[in-house]
């Protein structure tokens, strides 16, 4: 039988959102079987991520084989226009491009999606879908078919799509509402892979990115938060082996002639602190203010009195920092006139380069130009995007810290910030894996699992395949 007419594979995915793979293919190797007889019989390594590496936009990124430029998306909240205040979040109606399982269905596959990113609010495939993270909650309208919604609600009355809140010093409930919200959904998943036809399976498990975030100072003697002896030591290992359980599980579930591929979006590292970026810029000339920040009230930009007309640049804070011109011509009141925009932007990225640590030390940061990174640009990019620190130091938006950085988090306790590489593992029964290899980035994913399902690769897909 000519190759293309063999009936192609059953593909089950897990994704485990900032899973690391230092400690996945290192530190606690001999403690995940699950894994490790996956990664000695297939393809695995590092997974360069998208920039910026953060949740939105990668894992569509990952799906799409479509950078976060042509995506035209930059995070989780995007500039809706060249005004100042409007925003936008970027869920599932900011995504304009196929992912895996449109593609699946127009080849006639049948897709079970559980809890992938910038799925909310979920759309028609054939097949079944449940929403992810950004879904506000039960009451909404979260499942495809609408009928799902209802199965969920009797099976699981209190289904968790996030732990809210995990910001937080009470880490006894943090971890708590972690365990009940992984039970929930993995028992959700199991199910759904039990009763329902299905070619391609996905689910995208947040609690990984969630206990790094909540408890990385436990885990890492390096971080300056450290508290040796801390019963949360364990908390990262422990939820690790957690997922290595759950994935035996669903894999025997899958079958023993399913492809499976373990992946994640992008990696973790120890949070050092922040970089206040806007009161770097207000400090130095860059962003006026008609009102001075009142030192110690921390204050969003958001709710100061900007003097626009004499502000050449402002910035959005996060895991990475994003930084707007305000352009004559573009932004409602532009100071930086189009001839000078690029001799101004090549200024500011060499300070905001420049910015030291807490103690006046070099930090490693690589700040980026949009078109230099990305095929396309699209909707409202920014104009520098700067990674603190090589990531250690997150940026901070707000005002009132007195100094151009700070060593407590404005949006809550957070121990740990994102890395460049994820890891992927791909294991296929009927064939030998290649081993370890580098030099592969998540836009790789989405033509690897068409092509692995018999399904032709679009051309316009960015990624190339794992062989």
Avoid at 12 to 36: H, K, M, N, W, Y
Avoid at 63 to 85: K, M, Q
């Amino acid at each position: 039988m000519p190759l293309l007419k063999r009936r192609s594979k059953r593909v089950f995915v897990l994704g485990l959102d900032c899973a690391s793979p230092e400690l996945i293919f290192d530190q606690f190797r001999a403690d995940l079987p699950t894994f490790s007889r996956l990664a000695a019989g297939g393809t695995w390594g590092r997974l360069e991520s998208s920039i910026p590496c953060i949740t939105v936009p990668a894992w569509t990124s990952m799906l799409s084989s479509h950078d976060p430029g042509t995506l035209g998306v930059y995070g989780f909240r995007n500039r809706a226009d060249h005004s100042y205040n409007a925003m936008t979040t970027a869920d599932n109606n900011a995504v304009t491009v196929k992912r895996v399982w449109d593609y699946l269905g127009d080849a006639g596959k049948r897709s079970l999606v559980v809890g992938v990113p910038q799925t909310y609010p979920p759309r028609p495939l054939n097949g079944d879908m449940i929403s992810c993270f950004l879904t506000p909650g039960l009451e909404s309208n979260f499942a495809y078919p609408a009928l799902l919604r209802q199965e969920v609600l009797q099976r699981s009355p209190d289904y968790l799509f996030d732990v809210r809140e995990f910001r937080t010093n009470d880490k006894a409930r943090l971890h708590q509402t972690l365990l009940d919200m992984t039970d929930r959904q993995f028992r959700m998943v199991e199910h759904l892979m039990t009763t329902r036809d299905w070619d391609f399976a996905m689910y995208v498990n947040i609690g990984v990115d969630r206990v790094h975030h909540g408890f990385w100072r436990y885990h890492d003697p390096q971080h300056r938060l450290h508290e040796p002896g801390s019963p949360f030591a364990n908390a990262i290992h422990d939820y690790y082996v957690l997922m290595d359980d759950w994935a035996k599980r669903l894999i025997e579930i899958a079958g023993d002639d399913a492809l499976v591929l373990l992946v994640s979006d992008h990696g973790v590292k120890r949070m050092d602190g922040g970089i206040c970026v806007n009161e770097w810029l207000w400090r130095n000339g860059w962003l006026a203010l008609k009102t001075p920040p009142q030192e110690g009230v921390i204050t969003p930009l958001e709710k100061l009195d900007v003097d626009w007309a004499r502000t050449k640049a402002w910035a959005s804070g996060g895991y990475y920092g994003r930084v707007f011109l305000n352009v004559q011509g573009r932004e409602p009141q532009g100071v930086v006139s189009q001839a000078a925009y690029e001799a101004t932007r090549e200024e500011l990225a060499a300070a905001l380069a420049s910015i030291p640590g807490a103690d006046g030390e070099p930090l490693d940061t690589q700040v980026f130009k949009p078109e230099q990174i990305y095929a396309e640009v699209n909707g409202v990019a920014p104009d520098l995007m700067a990674y603190f620190g090589n990531l250690h130091w997150r940026a901070v938006g707000s005002l009132g810290h007195g100094r151009h950085y700070t060593l407590e988090n404005d949006t809550g306790p957070d121990d740990a910030n994102h890395a460049q590489h994820g890891m992927f593992i791909l294991y296929d029964p009927s064939a030998r894996g290649a081993g370890q290899v580098e030099g592969h980035q998540l836009m790789d994913i989405a033509p690897t699992l068409l092509q692995r399902m018999g399904v032709k690769v679009p051309r316009e897909m960015q990624g190339k395949i794992i062989k």
